[in-house]
């Protein structure tokens, strides 16, 4: 298994992605434990959902290039782009709050799926960055358009075009983490819930609605579908199939 789902007793559900040999890469098994986990969710004892990583190297590392590298096409690549896009949309519209638990490194998708969650705590000392762009393309799951809603607007523009990875502090500063824990990562998390769970399960939903209304006013989901388009269409070019295949190479060189 490439996940693990775990139901916790203080009342939220813990997802893990059990890859830390592929530094958590999301492969078509993780999109498949996501979406369980995202449909357990409708338990009505469960008021919260976090995603984390096995181990301490890794959050994500975003899609595994091992697998995905034989998309070539942009119909191919829109297949996978799509299926996961869908994903994040239906955690980032989830009437319950969500938490990404970064253990580790945080780099591509793995940001993508961080700003698909609603609060996201970083350990100290970890490193974070939307690097698609040095891969010659864009974010392609609608974590660019969602980081857009959640960030002020140069803000989420400097972190998306210079695609560097930046420090657990930068991002604080620039309002993408919203805590960095120095502590025991269950520890740091559960502190952080422990007053929103204390909280009737319906006041929850219903403020977490107030933002899913203005998502679906702004077009939230068509704006996700073309930004999957166009990352569609970057991912056939020259420049992203070179930058593969030399990822491949140096991998299969350790």
């Not at 809603?149 to 983490?177: D, V």
Request: hydrophobic share 40%.
């Amino acid at each position: 298994m490439s996940f693990s789902i775990e139901k916790r007793e203080k009342g939220y559900l813990l997802f893990t992605i059990t890859r830390s040999e592929k530094r958590n890469a999301v492969n078509y098994d993780v999109m498949q434990g996501l979406t369980e986990a995202i449909s357990l969710m409708n338990d009505p004892t469960i008021k919260a959902l976090v995603i984390t990583g096995e181990g301490d190297q890794a959050f994500c590392s975003g899609g595994d290039l091992s697998v995905f590298h034989q998309l070539q096409t942009k119909e191919e690549a829109y297949g996978m782009l799509s299926k996961m896009s869908h994903i994040l949309y239906a955690l980032a519209t989830l009437t319950k709050p969500t938490i990404a638990l970064l253990n580790g490194t945080a780099v591509g998708g793995g940001c993508e799926l961080a700003a698909a969650c609603d609060f996201r705590l970083a350990r100290e000392g970890i490193r974070a960055g939307f690097v698609q762009g040095k891969q010659a393309i864009t974010t392609g799951w609608g974590g660019g358009t969602i980081l857009s809603e959640k960030l002020p607007a140069a803000r989420s523009m400097k972190l998306l075009m210079e695609a560097e990875i930046q420090t657990a502090e930068y991002l604080k500063e620039a309002g993408f983490i919203d805590q960095v824990y120095s502590n025991n990562y269950i520890s740091a998390c559960e502190t952080f819930m422990e007053k929103l769970l204390a909280v009737d399960l319906k006041v929850l939903e219903s403020y977490k609605m107030m933002w899913i209304l203005k998502w679906e006013e702004n077009k939230l989901r068509e704006r996700i579908e073309k930004e999957v388009r166009n990352c569609s269409v970057l991912w056939e070019s020259e420049s992203h199939h070179k930058y593969v295949q030399n990822f491949i190479s140096k991998k299969m060189q350790k």
